[in-house]
Structures are given as C-alpha cells and as structure tokens.
C-alpha cells in the first residue's frame, strides 16, 4: 500500500501500476565474486532477476517488486496444486524459518508467522494483557504511523501511554530514559522509521527499559534485510515484520520473534490449532478411550503461543528463494551498494532546495523530505518522468533497493523541479 499522511489525497500509483517500478541495469555476464563489489553506478541484479519495468521504481519501501525466480516459484507451487501433487510445506517452512533467523540472529524456534506486523504487535499487547496489567506504555511519533490508532486506543481504555517526539529527525535514548519509569510494561518502536529511515540504538533502549523492568518490542519492517540485526545481542523481547517490502515476499506472511525466556511472562490470549505439539482424540471411531474428549499439547516455542490456523503456502514458497537470495547478496554489501545513491541524494537535493528530514547517518534505504503540498506539486512531473516514488501530500521518501543503479538517482534528480 503506498503509505501517505492521514490527510493525504490519493497517491501517484495505484497498487497496479506499483510493480512496473524500475528501470534495471544488469551486470555484464560473468561476475561473480566481483558482482557484490560492483559500484553504485550499476545495478547488483542480474538479467533474468526482475521483469522489465514501466518506470524507474525507488518505493520499494512501499512494496518490493517481485524477483522472477521467487515468482517462478509461486508458479510451480500453483501448478503443483493445479495438478495435486505433493508439495512439502513442512520443508519449506524450516527452510524459510532457518533463513529469517539467520538474517536477524535467531533461532528458528523463536519465530512464529503472522498475517502482518501489526498482526505482532497486537499480538503482543494482547500476550501483555494491556491494558488489564495498568502502567505505561512509551512509544515515539516515529513509530510506524498505523499503531498510532492503537496505543491511542489503549489510552482511552486507561494505560498511560507516553509519546516522545523527535528533535532534528531523530531521537536520543535519553528519551526514552526519561520517559521510561517503574511502572512501565512495554516500550514500542520501530527499529527503523517508515517516516524518514532514523534507526534507533536498540540495544541502549532495550538496557534501558529492562533496567526498570518494562519490555520493548521492535516493529523490524524496515529493518530487516536492509540493516543488520541482531535480536539476541540487542536484548529486544519482540519484533515483528511482514514480507512484502524488503524481504521480497508478498502479502499476508510475516515474522513474529519472541524472546525464549519472555513465554512464561505472556498470557495466551487465542487458542488455534496449530499451536499444539500433541493431539490426541478420544471421540471418533477406533481412538483410545479417554476421560477428555482430547489429549492436547501446546508446543513450548514461540508457535506455541501464537500460531493460529493456516498461512499463505504461496508466500512461503516466494520467499524460499528471497530470503536466500538476501542471504547471498548480503545485508553489509547490500548497505555498500545504496550508500552512494543516498548521499548523493542528500547533496543535490537540498541545493534543488527541497528539506531532507532524514538524518545524514542514517544506513537505511529510505530518504524523506518534507514539501508543502508536495503530491500536488510533484506528482505531475514525476509521471511525466516514469519516476516511482513515494508521494504523500505533504512529504515524498525515496526507498532504493540492491536492483537500482546511481542511473536511477539521477533521472529522479533530474525530474525533481528546482524549488523557487
């Protein structure tokens, strides 16, 4: 969905016309070793990676488009239903659950699917029994800007929710150190911000929150595959992520990590059928004779606690190739390969007199600068140009991925009006 502000008109793509995105400029053939070194000025996608597109795609942190190879294999998990042979989702499940853990430092254990991150998040302020349990909760306004309406809603069910606002674009831990007192439960963030790619120091704020007993979540949407993480040297209890941006996936599968020792703590708010380990029944024909009308077994990982029923075998199979394909290309060297498109950006916008509200350290891949009325002024002369990028009304954010080249950069810049 192309993310605007609250008020925003529509935006400048449709969700149709959001996957014909970027113009590509493949490797010449036989790079291998050397491919991952290659200079911002080309692409690190190979021919036969992505379809040729309609426009020169810089929003992928509104949604990714779809490699070919991981639409292939859509393809060939339909084909094997259309024709109802066997298609191992168990495998595929371990394989891709094995993937993500090693792209955040975790244990496939701790990881459970969810629909989507704000699927997560709830789930965790359900397993917290907010607002049932009282205290605060302590977020910032660059959170993602669709949980505002939840911690604006347990607000009115009586937490104290705490909101700190960022200074420069940017928020210090000493925020968080104030506003985090003894009667806090939670501490919810977005590691990387949807507003303008600020990534916050993790690790301090979860030694912060758990020095006064409070627990932290981390919306990782923007995180992972972009940034390097480490959820078990960070300290951080939870984090959720769905697939459809920088993991390459689609919609409706995504990542809930719970850290192992916080389970006793959360209280099991549903109950799905995919959450047992064991399952015994004592009323059809044949079963063994039983004083309930089941023997059941919750399993004692992250699953076991919030798994529900069925989940997209579809999007299990995308990401079987995507996420391996980030693994290959490397979080580190997929940062290498954007940082000179981003400074660049940094240096000739504001000299086109546009306010860049993202900090200049940031190693995200995503750049905002606010404009008023920017959709109206902007959106115009950005479809003439065959630029994608994301337009809200009064903001723009320029999202490139390891498939755009410093080419790309500079048609955008080259589309931007110069600002009187």
């Known amino acids: 969905m192309i993310e605007r502000s609250d008020s925003s008109p529509e935006p400048v793509l449709s969700r149709r016309t959001l996957l014909r995105g970027s113009a590509l400029l493949p490797l010449a053939p036989g790079l291998a070793g050397e491919a991952l070194a290659a200079p911002a000025t080309a692409s690190l996608a190979r021919a036969g990676d ?24 859509v393809d060939a ?10 298609w191992s989702s168990h495998d595929t499940e371990v394989r891709i659950k094995a993937a993500f853990a090693r792209l955040i430092g975790a244990a496939p254990e701790d990881l459970a699917f969810v629909q989507s991150t704000t699927a997560g998040e709830q789930s965790i302020v359900d397993a917290l029994d907010l607002p049932a349990a009282k205290g605060s909760v302590v977020t910032d306004t660059l959170h993602f800007f669709g949980s505002f309406w939840l911690y604006d809603q347990l607000a009115k069910q009586g937490v104290d929710v705490r909101w700190i606002r960022p200074t420069a674009g940017r928020i210090d831990p000493d925020a968080y150190e104030k506003a985090i007192g003894p009667d806090t439960r939670l501490v919810s963030l977005s590691l990387v911000s949807t507003y303008n790619g600020f990534e916050h120091d993790l690790k301090r704020i ?7 007993g409070a627990l932290v979540y981390a919306d990782i949407i923007h995180a992972a595959g972009t940034v390097p993480i480490d959820v078990r040297a960070s300290g951080v209890d939870f984090a959720a992520t769905a697939s459809y941006k920088w993991l390459m ?26 959450q047992l380990d064991g399952f015994s029944p004592h009323v059809y024909p044949y079963d063994a004779p039983g004083q309930t009308i089941a023997d ?9 606690l919030f798994a529900m ?21 490397g979080v580190d060297n997929i940062m290498a390969h954007r940082k000179p498109m981003l400074q660049r950006l940094h240096e000739a916008l504001p000299a086109k007199g546009y306010d860049v509200v993202t900090p200049r350290d940031c190693r995200s891949p995503l750049l905002t600068c606010v404009l008023p009325d920017a959709y109206k002024r902007l959106s115009d002369p950005l479809n003439r140009a065959g630029m994608a ?12 991925s390891w498939f755009n080249s410093m080419d790309d950069i500079e048609r955008l ?8």
């Open 206 to 212: 979860c030694e912060i929150a758990h020095a006064h």
């Open 309 to 329: 029923g069925t989940h997209s075998h579809a999007v299990m199979a995308q990401l079987d190739w995507s996420l391996a394909k980030l693994l290959e290309l």
């Open 413 to 420: 810049i080259a589309a931007l009006p110069t600002l009187s």
């Open 249 to 274: 996936g689609d919609f409706g599968l995504g990542f809930l990590y719970v850290r192992p020792d916080r389970l006793p703590r959360l209280k099991r708010k549903r109950y799905g059928y995919y």
């Open 296 to 304: 059941m077994t919750p399993r004692a990982d992250a699953e076991g």
């Open 389 to 400: 990028i994301t337009l809200s009304r009064n903001r723009f954010r320029i999202c490139p």
């Open 50 to 73: 992505f379809a040729p597109m309609a426009k020169v795609y810089l929003d992928s942190g509104t949604m990714h488009p779809v490699p070919l190879p991981a639409k292939a294999a």
């Open 77 to 86: 998990y339909f084909q094997s239903r259309a024709e109802m042979r066997e």
